[in-house]
T-cell receptor
Framework: KQEVTQIPAALSVPEGENLVLNCSFT??????LQWFRQDPGKGLTSLLL?????REQTSGRLNASLDKSSGRSTLYIAASQPGDSATYLC???????????FGRGTSLIVHP | DVKVTQSSRYLVKRTGEKVFLECVQD?????MFWYRQDPGLGLRLIYF???????EKGDIPEGYSVSREKKERFSLILESASTNQTSMYLC?????????????FGPGTRLTVL
């Protein structure tokens, strides 16, 4: 069964820092990996979707990479801002199932 | 843009009541999901539906049932609500088939069972 781990569980940084969030998964036979953002008390919003044939995806200040062989993905946030404060979750589809497996998320606080 | 709506943002019910949570999506998606989210436990799948009238149990189906009579609507039913079902409930949808498409989430329903 696929397991998804996110490290660190929580992160607090000053505004302007570049930061990296990590996601690892145990079964490398994936279809895709997705990064989501969740604000407190709200639903999840998709940030980036990386198909299994891709190595990275970019959207604005966000860049997500995928290394299937090592079972890892990173979400890079450039020049962090207080508005980036949220929980970031990664989810993996694969192993014959189109039901995503979610990590528990990284709670990010960017302080002014 | 895909829109997933949930019938209530906040709900307070009493133990033993029958509770209906409704989810509607407007993009003709085949797949629909119900999750619950609790601090320290993350997102857990309750039920999944890949077509009208089709459903599969997720990781924690006990105490819940679902109904999908129309493609756009997926209902979660708590037959007899209990305090341990107090949680945030999230509905999601995706394209379906063998498409590895984005999941789209609703805003969530915060359910409190007293």
């Amino acid at each position: 069964k696929q397991e998804v781990t996110q490290i660190p569980a929580a992160l607090s940084v000053p505004e302007g820092e570049n930061l990296v969030l990590n996601c690892s998964f145990t079964d490398s036979a994936i279809y895709n990996l997705q990064w989501f953002r969740q604000d407190p008390g709200k639903g999840l919003t998709s940030l980036l979707l990386i198909q299994s044939s891709q190595r990275e995806q970019t959207s604005g200040r966000l860049n997500a990479s995928l290394d299937k062989s090592s079972g890892r993905s990173t979400l890079y946030i450039a020049a962090s801002q207080p508005g980036d404060s949220a929980t970031y979750l990664c989810a993996v589809e694969g192993g014959g199932s189109y039901i995503p497996t979610f990590g528990r998320g990284t709670s990010l606080i960017v302080h002014p | 843009d895909v829109k997933v709506t949930q019938s209530s943002r906040y709900l307070v019910k009493r133990t033993g009541e029958k509770v209906f949570l409704e989810c509607v999506q407007d993009m003709d998606h085949e797949n629909m999901f119900w999750y619950r989210q609790d601090p320290g436990l993350g997102l857990r799948l309750i039920y999944f539906s890949y077509d009208v009238k089709m459903k599969e149990k997720g990781d924690i189906p006990e105490g819940y049932s679902v109904s999908r009579e129309k493609k756009e609507r997926f209902s979660l039913i708590l037959e007899s609500a209990s305090t341990n079902q107090t949680s945030m409930y999230l509905c999601a949808s995706s394209l379906g088939g063998e498409s590895t498409d984005t999941q789209y989430f609703g805003p969530g329903t915060r359910l409190t069972v007293l």
